[in-house]
């Protein structure tokens, strides 16, 4: 495959997980504001709901683009470890919370604890994803 083209969609992955970095980013927003309300705001619990499944499903895609990217440019998925672990680790982060928030029932604190944990987790390892994937680049 042309070198030239695989470049470009090297330079597309990571703008497109840049993106989904700060959807996600976004998103830990509105879990922070529903959880320091004292009313349940309905409207940011509705669009929370809305988006986090999106947000796993378009960071699974990322995840997976960037595995076949790699494997075009040099026949196998390891050439850059650490960046393959990270993204591996996110892609887990991100399908245990969604399953996690399936649990959260009312205002018991158990499950809702833990979704907030693997967030900040899931934000942690995207910023780290991100300046990874920069890293390389230059």
């Keep these: 495959m042309n070198k030239e083209f695989i470049n470009y969609l090297k330079l597309f992955h990571g703008t497109y997980n840049t993106t989904i ?17 004292e009313t349940p705001p309905i409207q940011i619990i509705k669009r929370h709901r809305k988006i986090g499944p999106i947000a796993v499903v378009l960071g699974s895609a990322g995840f997976f683009a960037g595995m076949f990217i790699i494997y075009l440019d040099v026949g196998h998925i390891f050439k850059y470890p ?3 672990i990270n993204g591996l680790l996110l ?7 969604y399953l996690i928030s399936k649990k959260i029932i009312g205002p018991e604190k158990l499950w809702r604890n833990r979704h907030f944990a693997l967030g ?15 890293s390389m680049v230059w």
């Design 21 to 37: 970095m700060l959807l996600i980013m976004y998103q830990g927003m509105l879990g922070l504001k529903i959880r320091k309300s």
């Design 120 to 134: 900040i987790l899931i934000m942690v390892l995207y910023i780290v994803q991100v300046i990874m994937g920069i």
């Design 91 to 97: 892609v887990s982060a991100l399908t245990t919370t």
């Design 82 to 84: 650490l960046h393959f």
